[in-house]
């Protein structure tokens, strides 16, 4: 069974940075699955933030480039989306996903706050 638990959110001002973290079990997803951050703001629709195929290529939104990367740690089973100059529009519930041909994956959410 595929799990993805998500860290690491919480209420930064803005300009500042903040690390999310999405742990995924079992390491397999790794070589197998798409693997992804989205955003979704209050009345907005979900947004894709950035991804992270199998052969480690990585895409950005126009949004966050330059600013957010997004990492992975097999050993330590991990997804990692750093966050830097983060501004109020950065605000949303963020979700680390995993995508495959056949089935797809959600975590719960972490809350990313940006307000002084």
């Known amino acids: 069974q595929v799990q993805l638990v998500e860290s690491g959110g919480g209420l930064v001002q803005p300009g500042g940075s903040l690390r999310l973290s999405c742990k995924i079990t079992?390491?397999?997803?790794?070589?197998?699955?798409?693997l992804a951050w989205y955003r979704q703001a209050p009345g907005k629709q979900r947004d894709l933030v950035a991804t992270?195929?199998?052969?480690?290529?990585?895409d950005y939104a126009d949004s966050v480039r330059g600013r957010f990367t997004i990492s992975r740690d097999i050993i330590e089973n991990a997804l990692y989306l750093q966050m830097r100059s983060l501004n109020p529009d950065d605000s949303a519930v963020y979700y680390c996903?995993?995508?495959?041909?056949?089935?797809?994956?959600w975590g719960q959410g972490t809350q990313v706050t940006v307000s002084s």
């Open positions: 996903n995993a995508k495959s041909e056949d089935d797809e994956y």
């Open positions: 079992p390491r397999r997803v790794f070589a197998v699955y798409t």
């Open positions: 992270f195929t199998p052969g480690a290529a990585t």
